[in-house]
């Protein structure tokens, strides 16, 4: 059994273990650079054509804040929460908020594509993913599955499922919509 | 990583997944340790359940809080299926003070109640790791060490698995120790220790976290000063136990 002043010193080595310990491991100023699906880091490319066969690239929407929703025509949840895009989309793109819709055209076809756009009267961009590489490299393993990009071009958050609610895209989204670039 | 499992046309979401089996097992355990301290492994089941589905609603409404005026115009979003409009802090508060109420109501003597509790507090650390793995998120600085994991971009730490390592070995320690005759709480700090240096040391290999000025992980700063309480009331609590 340790006495008082023993264990006065071992609390006083531990402190100045923990303390330099804590010190020494520091992590580096990051800059993210790498492009990568996770919040933190430049988002991946998207070059894409559009229903109307216009190529749009993400990096064409650099100023923005962006919604990248990745979806299908027959999805549920996908279909539940894009008249809810579609209001957001109308209500802020005057303050630099845009939806990128990359519609999973390797599990779906362009012809329900646009008669969803049709029927849900959606005014935001779709392009279509017709091989699937835009959804690998985003690693997108459920549908839907959303992406939010700062003006940087910077990754802030991922939201997998759905349908999302508004209240939980505002608060994500109006933050960065406040930023600067 | 493994954000989501395919089984047919149904896509589940891994993380959630993780907490429920994990909350499950919690519950499990727990009310077999509170046998073993002759409380009643029923009632501790109870308690416990009640007071992570509390955490649940509690997580759901701390997330709200920091964004109630979309909530107050959009009420029926309290309940939407937003997989990660969930607060964790807020939950963790809110099963603690839950738990806490309905332990007191109990009238059990604290510390036995504690070492009870110690293997689902061990559970809860291995569960949040695993998850953490799953999604990807707490990933490590980048390194070349043989056992590095290749993940956003290049071969990391696998600071996930560190703390999983760390939780497994907090169960361990328990199982090894939770039949033995020993001074009431001691199983408790031990746990609660093993977790903290465990939280101190791999957390600095972290690459994510909230960082305080100075670049200093505040994770680090709060393990650091539970795993000195801890250090400083042991002999106490021994001591104390002694006289009685």
Known sequence: MMNAQSHNWLSTILIIAGVAWIVISRPPDMNPTVPVPQPGFVAPAIVLPQLDGQTLSLSELQGQVVIVNFWASWCGPCRAEMPMLEQLYQAERRRGLTVLAVNSTVQDNPADVSNMQRDFGLSFPIV???DGSVGNRYGVRMLPTTFIIDRKGVVRRVLFGGPLSEANLRNVI???LAETE | MLPAINIGPFALYTPGLIFLLGGWLIVQVVGRAAGVYRLSGDRM?????LALLAGIVGARLGYALMSWPYYLRDPLALVARD?????LPAGVLTTILVGGWQIWRQRWPLWVTLDALAPGIAL???TYALAQFASGDGYGLPTNLPWAIHLWGEPRHPTQLYAACVAL???IVWRQSYRRIQTPGVLFLTICGVLAAGTLIGDGFRATGLLLPGNIRFSQVVALIVFIIIVRI???????HNMQ
């Open chain 2, 45 to 49: 089941e109870i308690i416990v359940a």
């Open chain 2, 83 to 87: 997989l990660q409009a969930f607060s």
């Open chain 1, 174 to 176: 109006e933050p960065l």
């Open chain 2, 169 to 171: 070995l907090a169960l």
């Open chain 2, 124 to 126: 809860a650390a291995l």
């Open chain 1, 128 to 130: 279509l993913d017709y």
């Open chain 2, 234 to 240: 042991w002999p106490k609590l021994t001591l104390q």
